[in-house]
């Protein structure tokens, strides 16, 4: 059973910061992309950024200069580190890993812009 452990998220002002973290096992943190998706009240889910085995990065339009994915490989974690923060940014959060038809969830964690 694979499991994606995240942490992270709360309230914020907008034009504050928060970093969300996601740990998962070795096994699946080598060979799996991981990225992050997000689904605010009485929308769909899509997708925000994710960095894969190789090395590449790539974010919504939405995101772009204003978060960054990181992974640090010893600690099998992946990170989004979100600036700039909007209220528009308010959802659940959930970190995904993907290799060809497998694809894992989190359990999402609230991320709230408001003043």
């Known amino acids: 059973q694979v499991q994606l452990v995240e942490s992270g998220g709360g309230l914020v002002q907008p034009g504050g910061s928060l970093r969300l973290s996601c740990a998962t096992s070795?096994?699946?943190?080598?060979?799996?992309?991981m990225g992050w998706h997000r689904q605010a009240p009485g929308k769909q889910r899509e997708f925000v950024a994710t960095?894969?085995?190789?090395?590449?990065?790539n974010y919504a339009d939405s995101v772009k200069g204003r978060f960054t994915i990181s992974r640090d490989n010893a600690k099998n974690t992946v990170y989004l580190q979100m600036n700039s923060l909007k209220p528009e940014d308010t959802a659940v959060y959930y970190c995904r890993a993907s290799r060809a038809a497998n694809v894992y969830w989190g359990q999402g964690t609230q991320v709230t812009v408001s003043s």
């Open positions: 070795g096994s699946i943190f080598s060979i799996y992309a």
């Open positions: 960095f894969t085995t190789g090395g590449t990065t």
